[in-house]
C-alpha cells in the first residue's frame, strides 16, 4: 500500500490525520504553527491524494493500519497524534490497538460512535438530499459553506472551495471513506493517552454533543470548545486550535 506522507519541522513527531475527503493539504493553516515545535507529519488517507486508492468499503481500524506504517515509514516509534473528524474516529482506533506508540490525543470535530452518539445534524442531512438536483459546483460550494460556523468569510469559503476544485476526491474512493466513518461503532477497549477533545459550538457536520460524549468516555480526558466556529474551526481560526494543542502538547 503506498501512502503518500510529508514530514516538515523538527523535534517531537506529530501526526495529523484527516477526515473524508481531504488529503494532507487540509492541514494547511495550522502546520506552519506546529512545525515551529514538532516534526509534523501528515498524509493522504488511502482513497484520496496521491494514496492508493483500493477498493473499497474501508474501516476506521484498516485506515489506523495505514496511519500505523506512515510513523514506521517515517522511523518514528511514539508520536503525538491529531485527528480531525473522520481522522478523529482513525485516530482512536490507533490509540486502542497501539498504545505504545501514541503519546498524546488530540480529537477534533469527531464522535465516539455506537448507538449512544448523536447523529448527523440535520442542516448536513438536508444538504445531503438536495446535493443530487444541484450543479455539481454548486453542491460542492454549499457543503464548503455547511462545513464551517455561521456567516464565514466570503474569503475562507473562496480559499476552500478553490482548494477542493484544485484537489477533487476520487468517487470511489470518497464513498470508500464515508462507508469506514458510517460503520464506525466505537472502539473496541480503553484510550490510555493524555486526550484532548476540541470542537465548534456551531458545527453542522458532527454534532457538538458528541465532545462532551467522547470526552467522558475518556479517563481524564480534556473539553475545550471554539466559540462560533463550525466543523473545520481549525481553518476559521487557527489560533484557537493552536494555542490549546500546543500547550497540551508541551
Known amino acids: 500500500?503506498?501512502?503518500k506522507w510529508d514530514s516538515q519541522g523538527?523535534?517531537?513527531?506529530?501526526?495529523l490525520i484527516q477526515g473524508l475527503g481531504y488529503g494532507r493539504w487540509g492541514w494547511e493553516p495550522v502546520v506552519p504553527g506546529l512545525a515551529a515545535h514538532h516534526r509534523v507529519l501528515s498524509f493522504d488517507n488511502r482513497g484520496i491524494g496521491e494514496s492508493d486508492k483500493p477498493e473499497g468499503p474501508y474501516t476506521a481500524r484498516m485506515m489506523a493500519d495505514?496511519?500505523?506504517q506512515v510513523l514506521d515509514e517515517a522511523g518514528v516509534d511514539r508520536a503525538h497524534v491529531v485527528g480531525a473528524s473522520l481522522g478523529g474516529m482513525i485516530a482512536q482506533e490507533l490509540a486502542v490497538v497501539a498504545p505504545e506508540r501514541v503519546d498524546r490525543l488530540v480529537l477534533c470535530s469527531t464522535t465516539p460512535g455506537g448507538p449512544d452518539a448523536f447523529p448527523l445534524p440535520a442542516a448536513t442531512l438536508k444538504l445531503m438530499a438536495e446535493a443530487p438536483a444541484l450543479a455539481p459546483e454548486v453542491a460542492l460550494r454549499r457543503f464548503v459553506e455547511n462545513a464551517l460556523g455561521a456567516s464565514p468569510p466570503e474569503r475562507l469559503v473562496d480559499e476552500i472551495f478553490a482548494l477542493r476544485v484544485a484537489n477533487p476526491p476520487d468517487p470511489a474512493g470518497w464513498q470508500a471513506q464515508a462507508a469506514a466513518g458510517m460503520t464506525f461503532s466505537g472502539v473496541d477497549g480503553a484510550i490510555e493517552a493524555p486526550t484532548l477533545v476540541l470542537h465548534g459550538t456551531e458545527d453542522k457536520v458532527v454534532d457538538v454533543r458528541n465532545a462532551e460524549l467522547l470526552a467522558g468516555r475518556?479517563?481524564?480526558a480534556r473539553l475545550e470548545l471554539v466559540a462560533g466556529a463550525g466543523h473545520l474551526f481549525f481553518w476559521e481560526h487557527p489560533e484557537?486550535?493552536?494555542a490549546p494543542v500546543t500547550e497540551f502538547l508541551a
Not at 10 to 15: H, R, T
Open 1 to 3: 500500500m503506498n501512502i
Open 240 to 242: 484557537a486550535f493552536l
Open 218 to 220: 475518556i479517563p481524564g
Open 66 to 68: 495505514d496511519a500505523l
Open 10 to 15: 523538527d523535534g517531537p513527531a506529530l501526526l
